[in-house]
């Protein structure tokens, strides 16, 4: 019986080995050395702040391995040998392989920083890094306060986490607003203020220096580059992205830039070897599509994709339109489609806005200059349907279109105000347009069902 | 704010105390006069009985109603023994007419309600003479108290939004010592409402003069339980605008269940008991309510004249036809989330241990297993009622009206719904009577699955399986599970509450009462990879 060995029990690899258990009765191992069981690493989060104990983040029942015939191997991979097809652990055993799918994620980004290996300092992916957050700051008498580097989604994570214990966070961005490489100005203002109103000391174009030790070894505080102002604290958060987790891969023969390099097959230069998730980088980029993609869905479609492919249906893994979603403290957001941001976008690429005048609302739809070809839309406050977006992005509809049926596509929960009608105003003001919002049709929501 | 707070907490567990501890308070002891008075009243014909009780309780000695209660029911015991014995022993002479002549002594009922209802007559001390100053001192202390407690939480809160910080870090809310010692404190007091009324007696007297004001009557136990109800929903429904008050749905439903509580279920029934007609709770329907066929409430509401007949009628129609058909419509939340006391309860007083319900599959076998059997036992017993109400037998298929009208009583209308049912919430989460025992859940939830045009929708591919809607969902719906595979959910159980929407960080939940097709959409791949399906499916 074929033997398929996954490195790695994230979304990526645990995706992979349920699908290709739905399809054959394979021999499958998944190998992991961070815990034994498949969690939600998003909802680590959620475990600190008190919401979630961490069987809540685990979606299956530990009898649910056994029961699919999974095999679960608890260890740490340290080099493959491609030509015997053997996977070496850390304890020296060996595992063979007919198949292997390398699913080993990301790990935080360090830029060599003075002090970044010291105790109590971390980044947010790991268990082990929960497991180091609540020994260095499980209270705000331990920890008086916190540090955290980098201005990303996982950075304001971490700092909702530190600021439901009620610790004093000073957050250091690099960029003059947050997120901003990303988000229009209108949003990233939005969320600066929020950030603020959570009594979150946010320092922007600010980059850190070095990190300081005290005398047992251990994080006193941080020197800001720009000022020289050292700012005292116990824990330090290093969120400044993500990268792959492919060190153990250095002394092997499979090919790897930052990421472990896959072609549209996800296949490595290696045969019987493929790499999914964080850890894989696409040899040439897919559309607007980074070459390497640290996201939840990606990871579970690449895994999707792979069983496909090792099931002997050779698939193409073929990412459809962009869409994500986070939360910045209390400001639900997604995307749909590509909006980018003042520093990125192109000429053609036209934004319209609107937002609320009291509320933390707001929404950017995109669109082509020229074409008036509906691009993307970002929504902060308002919850939007994916199938609706997913469709009439893959049909190219006009953002007319998109405006006069806009509230097909809200999501909101029942009896929360909708404002369609006053985004729709604001369009036809700007641009001169008469459009007529249609109301909500369950005709043309369920038309493809 | 911490010591607004803290001073409503102190304030709070002052009532609490002194309202727990009005059990001991007062005394209970007999005139002669006023024994005769309430053996005449009741029509008892011993006098053996009289004799048993005024040694018993016709006493200068200051008797708790512990003492009291025992007394009283030993000279039950013992007359009825007395008496027994004489039939037995005239059953054995076959001195047929000496031994029908017995039968008119012995008394009938349960021990502590008979005692309960001699308490109530003749309970003395401060609670029955300061009735409003006790209730202020208990009801108001500790409505106060809670509310200086919870208020302060619009600005402790924070930002508007889902605040669940720590609910897995403190004792109460994560199964500590609090909580074990609020399941304690719950269960020991339905045990008492149910099943030793005259150990509460006490406090009946405190709600004499409202009693009085809204039905013309003195208070009763279930008064009692009734205006304790309203009180708890009020004010724990207070606490549940403030911590989602950013969620237009979480506030009007709210407001409906309470509304429905305090009108419907309190002061319609006691402002038709004070015009003499039968109190009703309009929106209660059976199955839930199971003694609407019971003969005695049959033939209540038929000596009623055109009142007792509407409710009889209502009563049918509810059932019948309003319930199925707001459920094809709504889902069965209307009645469950919207309407429902029980539902009422479990969503306020049970909304901070809702996070305990048990997702294990284990758990949904049992709850499919227990709570059909509870609904083919109400249905049991009811075809047996009223076969017998209407042949004017006893007895159905060898299974005696009584008997299992007393067992269900029992079992499920006292222990599940009561003393488990809510007893338990701090351990195994609010809906526990919801999800394992309530028969017109089980009812509701045959036509939801079956027939109706609601579900939850997940919004395509963007569930990150974080686990906050399997945690938060009361029922013990696995919601992450069908949201990962961004499959609509169309479950039986579900009392659409709409938590699962509101703790998901992504937005990925909505509840929806759409189109009736394409609600069940098994999903081969999600949203996000482009694959031609149905070349995926024909390769199959």
């Given at each position: 019986?074929?033997?398929?060995?996954?490195?790695?029990?994230?979304?990526?690899?645990?995706?992979?080995?349920?699908?290709?258990?739905?399809k054959?009765?394979?021999?499958?191992?998944?190998?992991s050395?961070?815990?034994?069981?498949?969690?939600?690493?998003?909802?680590?989060?959620?475990?600190?702040?008190?919401?979630?104990?961490?069987?809540?983040t685990?979606?299956?029942?530990?009898?649910?391995?056994?029961?699919?015939?999974?095999?679960?191997?608890?260890g740490?991979?340290?080099?493959?040998?491609?030509?015997?097809?053997?996977?070496?652990?850390?304890?020296?055993?060996?595992?063979?392989?007919?198949?292997?799918?390398?699913?080993?994620?990301?790990?935080?980004?360090?830029?060599?920083?003075?002090?970044?290996?010291?105790?109590?300092?971390?980044?947010?992916?790991?268990?082990?890094?929960?497991?180091?957050?609540?020994?260095?700051?499980?209270?705000?008498?331990?920890?008086?306060?916190?540090?955290?580097?980098?201005g990303?989604?996982?950075?304001?994570?971490?700092?909702?986490?530190?600021?439901?214990?009620?610790?004093?966070?000073?957050?250091?961005?690099?960029e003059?607003?947050?997120?901003?490489?990303?988000?229009?100005?209108?949003?990233?203002?939005?969320?600066?203020?929020?950030?603020?109103?959570?009594?979150?000391?946010?320092?922007?174009?600010?980059?850190?220096?070095?990190?300081?030790?005290?005398?047992?070894?251990?994080?006193?505080?941080?020197?800001?580059?720009?000022?020289?102002?050292?700012?005292?604290?116990?824990?330090?958060?290093?969120?400044?992205?993500?990268?792959?987790?492919?060190?153990?891969?250095?002394?092997?023969?499979?090919?790897?830039?930052?990421?472990?390099l896959?072609?549209?097959?996800?296949?490595?230069?290696?045969?019987?070897?493929?790499?999914?998730?964080?850890?894989?980088?696409?040899?040439?980029?897919?559309?607007?599509?980074?070459?390497?993609?640290?996201?939840?869905?990606?990871?579970?479609?690449?895994?999707?994709?792979?069983?496909?492919?090792?099931?002997?249906?050779?698939?193409?893994?073929?990412?459809?339109?962009?869409?994500?979603?986070?939360?910045?403290?209390?400001?639900?957001?997604?995307?749909y489609?590509?909006?980018?941001?003042?520093?990125?976008?192109?000429?053609?690429?036209?934004?319209?806005q609107?937002?609320?005048?009291?509320?933390?609302?707001?929404?950017?739809?995109?669109?082509?200059?020229?074409?008036?070809?509906?691009?993307?839309?970002?929504?902060?406050?308002?919850?939007?349907?994916?199938?609706?977006?997913?469709?009439?992005?893959?049909?190219?509809?006009?953002?007319?279109?998109?405006?006069?049926?806009?509230?097909?596509?809200?999501?909101?929960?029942?009896?929360?105000?909708?404002?369609?009608?006053?985004?729709?105003?604001?369009?036809?003001?700007?641009?001169?347009?008469?459009?007529?919002?249609?109301?909500?049709s369950?005709k043309?929501?369920?038309?493809?069902? | 704010?911490?010591?607004?707070?803290?001073?409503?907490?102190?304030?709070?567990?002052?009532?609490?105390?002194?309202?727990n501890?009005?059990?001991?308070?007062?005394?209970?002891?007999?005139s002669?006069?006023?024994?005769?008075?309430?053996?005449?009243?009741?029509?008892?014909k011993?006098?053996?009985?009289?004799?048993?009780?005024?040694?018993?309780?016709?006493?200068?000695?200051?008797?708790?109603?512990?003492?009291?209660?025992?007394?009283?029911?030993?000279?039950?015991?013992?007359?009825?023994n007395?008496?027994?014995?004489?039939?037995?022993?005239?059953?054995?002479?076959?001195?047929w007419?000496?031994?029908?002549?017995?039968?008119?002594?012995?008394?009938?009922?349960?021990?502590?309600?008979?005692?309960?209802?001699?308490?109530?007559?003749?309970?003395?001390?401060?609670?029955?003479?300061?009735?409003?100053?006790?209730?202020?001192?208990?009801?108001?202390?500790?409505?106060?108290?809670?509310?200086?407690?919870?208020?302060?939480?619009?600005?402790?809160?924070?930002?508007?939004?889902?605040?669940?910080?720590?609910?897995?870090?403190?004792?109460?809310?994560?199964?500590?010592?609090?909580?074990?010692?609020?399941?304690?404190?719950?269960?020991?007091?339905?045990?008492?409402?149910?099943?030793?009324?005259?150990?509460?007696?006490?406090?009946?007297?405190?709600?004499?003069?409202i009693?009085?004001?809204?039905?013309?009557?003195?208070?009763?136990?279930?008064?009692?339980?009734?205006?304790?109800?309203?009180?708890?929903?009020?004010?724990?429904?207070?606490?549940?605008?403030?911590?989602?008050?950013?969620?237009?749905?979480?506030?009007?439903?709210?407001?409906?269940?309470?509304?429905?509580?305090?009108?419907?279920?309190?002061?319609?029934?006691?402002?038709?008991?004070?015009?003499?007609?039968?109190?009703?709770?309009?929106?209660?329907?059976?199955?839930?309510?199971?003694?609407f066929?019971?003969?005695?409430?049959?033939?209540?509401?038929?000596?009623?004249?055109?009142?007792?007949?509407?409710?009889?009628?209502?009563?049918?129609?509810?059932?019948?036809?309003?319930?199925?058909?707001?459920?094809?419509?709504?889902?069965?939340?209307?009645?469950?989330?919207?309407?429902?006391?029980?539902?009422?309860?479990?969503?306020?007083?049970?909304?901070?241990?809702?996070?305990?319900?048990?997702?294990?599959l284990?758990?949904?076998?049992?709850?499919?297993?227990?709570?059909h059997?509870?609904?083919?036992?109400?249905?049991?017993?009811?075809v047996?009622?009223?076969?017998?109400?209407?042949?004017?037998?006893?007895?159905?298929?060898?299974?005696?009206?009584?008997?299992?009208?007393d067992?269900?009583?029992?079992?499920?209308?006292?222990?599940?719904?009561?003393?488990?049912?809510?007893?338990?919430?701090?351990?195994?989460?609010?809906?526990?009577?919801?999800?394992?025992?309530?028969?017109?859940?089980?009812?509701?939830?045959?036509?939801?699955?079956?027939?109706?045009?609601?579900?939850?929708?997940?919004?395509?591919?963007?569930?990150?399986?974080?686990?906050?809607?399997?945690?938060?969902?009361?029922?013990?719906?696995?919601?992450?599970?069908?949201?990962?595979?961004?499959?609509?959910?169309?479950?039986?159980?579900?009392?659409?509450?709409?938590?699962?929407s509101?703790?998901?960080?992504?937005?990925?939940?909505?509840?929806?009462?759409?189109?009736?097709?394409?609600?069940?959409?098994?999903t081969?791949?999600?949203?996000?990879?482009?694959?031609?399906?149905?070349?995926?499916?024909?390769?199959?």
């Open positions: 019986m074929e033997h398929i060995v996954i490195i790695g029990n994230g979304i990526a690899g645990v995706t992979a080995a349920r699908h290709i258990r739905k054959s009765d394979k021999k499958i191992t998944i190998i050395a961070e815990h034994p069981y498949f969690f939600s690493r998003t909802a680590l989060m959620y475990v600190y702040m008190g919401h979630l104990k961490f069987e809540h685990q979606p299956y029942e530990n009898w649910f391995w056994k029961k699919n015939k999974i095999d679960l191997h608890q740490f991979v340290t080099n493959i040998d491609t030509d015997k097809k053997e996977l070496i652990l850390s304890d020296e055993t060996t595992i063979s392989y007919d198949k292997l799918i390398i699913a080993t994620g990301s790990k935080p980004n360090k830029f060599g920083w003075k002090g970044e290996d010291l105790p109590g300092v971390m980044g947010l992916y790991h268990k082990q890094d929960l497991e180091n957050l609540e020994k260095f700051a499980p209270n705000n008498e331990v920890c008086k306060r916190a540090v955290i580097v980098g990303g989604l996982i950075g304001i994570e971490l700092a909702e986490m530190l600021r439901s214990r009620k610790i004093p966070v000073t957050f250091l961005v690099r003059n607003s947050f997120w901003n490489g990303v988000l229009p100005a209108q949003e990233s203002e939005m969320i600066n203020k929020h950030i603020l109103e959570h009594h979150i000391d946010l320092r922007l174009n600010t980059n850190l220096k070095e990190i300081i030790a005290d005398e047992n070894g251990r994080v006193k505080s941080v020197i800001i580059d720009e000022t020289g102002e050292e700012i005292p604290c116990n824990i330090v958060g290093l969120t400044a992205g993500v990268s792959p987790n492919i060190d153990f891969l250095k002394n092997t023969n499979i090919a790897c830039n930052k990421g472990v896959v072609n549209r097959f996800l296949e490595t230069n290696i045969p019987d070897i493929y790499a999914i998730g964080d850890c894989a980088e696409q040899q040439m980029a897919i559309g607007n599509r980074r070459n390497i993609e640290a996201v939840w869905y990606t990871g579970r479609m690449m895994g999707e994709t792979v069983a496909q492919s090792i099931c002997g249906k050779k698939t193409e893994y073929k990412p459809g339109n962009w869409f994500n979603s986070a939360k910045f403290l209390d400001i639900e957001y997604q995307t489609g590509w909006v980018f941001s003042e520093k990125n976008k192109s000429d053609n690429e036209v934004h319209f609107w937002q609320h005048a009291s509320e933390n609302k707001c929404i950017t739809i995109s669109f082509d200059k020229n074409s008036h070809e509906f691009l993307g839309i970002n929504t902060f406050g308002i919850r939007m349907r994916h199938e609706i977006f997913d469709r009439w992005l893959s049909e190219k509809k006009s953002v007319a279109f998109v405006l006069e049926f806009l509230a097909d596509a809200n999501f909101d929960p029942e009896f929360y105000n909708v404002h369609e009608a006053e985004i729709v105003a604001k369009f036809n003001q700007e641009m001169g347009t008469n459009i007529q919002l249609k109301k909500k369950w043309r929501i369920f038309s493809k069902v | 704010m911490k010591f607004i707070k803290y001073l409503g907490l102190t304030l709070f567990l002052i009532g609490f105390g002194i309202f501890s009005a059990i001991f308070f007062g005394n209970f002891q007999v002669q006069q006023e024994l005769e008075a309430y053996i005449s009243e009741k029509g008892y011993s006098e053996y009985l009289k004799k048993a009780l005024s040694d018993a309780i016709v006493t200068d000695e200051q008797l708790s109603i512990f003492e009291f209660s025992s007394r009283v029911r030993t000279a039950f015991e013992t007359s009825n007395y008496h027994n014995k004489l039939i037995s022993k005239y059953d054995s002479e076959k001195n007419d000496k031994k029908n002549e017995q039968f008119q002594y012995t008394v009938f009922g349960k021990p502590h309600s008979l005692s309960y209802n001699l308490a109530k007559k003749v309970g003395k001390g401060f609670l029955k003479n300061q009735p409003n100053l006790a209730w202020w001192l208990t009801f108001g202390l500790g409505i106060f108290g809670a509310l200086l407690f919870i208020l302060p939480n619009v600005i402790l809160l924070g930002k508007p939004g889902i605040k669940n910080d720590g609910i897995y870090l403190e004792s109460a809310t994560n199964r500590g010592w609090i909580a074990w010692l609020v399941l304690v404190y719950l269960v020991t007091f339905y045990l008492l409402l149910y099943f030793m009324p005259d150990y509460v007696v006490n406090w009946t007297f405190i709600f004499d003069p009693s009085n004001f809204l039905n013309g009557g003195n208070a009763s136990q279930w008064f009692v339980y009734g205006f304790l109800y309203c009180v708890i929903m009020i004010v724990m429904g207070i606490r549940m605008y403030i911590k989602y008050r950013h969620n237009k749905y979480q506030i009007v439903r709210t407001t409906s269940v309470l509304f429905f509580q305090i009108v419907f279920a309190f002061l319609i029934p006691e402002i038709m008991t004070s015009l003499n007609m039968p109190g009703y709770d309009f929106k209660s329907a059976f199955p839930l309510d199971y003694d066929f019971f003969e005695w409430n049959i033939k209540s509401l038929q000596s009623s004249g055109a009142i007792g007949v509407f409710i009889l009628v209502w009563g049918i129609i509810l059932t019948l036809i309003i319930v199925p058909v707001m459920v094809y419509f709504f889902g069965k939340r209307w009645y469950c989330s919207w309407v429902c006391g029980c539902g009422g309860l479990a969503e306020t007083l049970g909304d901070p241990y809702r996070q305990h319900s048990d997702k294990s284990n758990a949904w076998k049992l709850e499919r297993w227990l709570i059997s509870v609904l083919l036992f109400s249905l049991l017993m009811t047996v009622t009223l076969y017998c109400y209407f042949s004017g037998t006893s007895s159905f298929i060898g299974i005696k009206s009584q008997w299992i009208k067992a269900y009583s029992f079992l499920i209308g006292a222990w599940f719904a009561g003393v488990i049912g809510t007893g338990f919430y701090p351990i195994f989460g609010n809906r526990v009577w919801c999800r394992f025992g309530c028969p017109l859940a089980a009812y509701l939830g045959f036509v939801q699955r079956f027939k109706s045009r609601f579900r939850i929708t997940t919004n395509g591919g963007q569930c990150i399986s974080c686990g906050n809607c399997s945690t938060y969902c009361e029922q013990g719906i696995d919601v992450r599970a069908y949201a990962q595979k961004g499959e609509n959910i169309v479950r039986s159980s579900c009392v659409g509450c709409g938590i699962c509101a703790v998901c960080p992504r937005g990925v939940l909505k509840l929806e009462n759409g189109p009736e097709k394409g609600r069940i959409n098994p081969e791949i999600l949203l996000g990879n482009d694959v031609d399906l149905i070349k995926l499916l024909n390769n199959q």
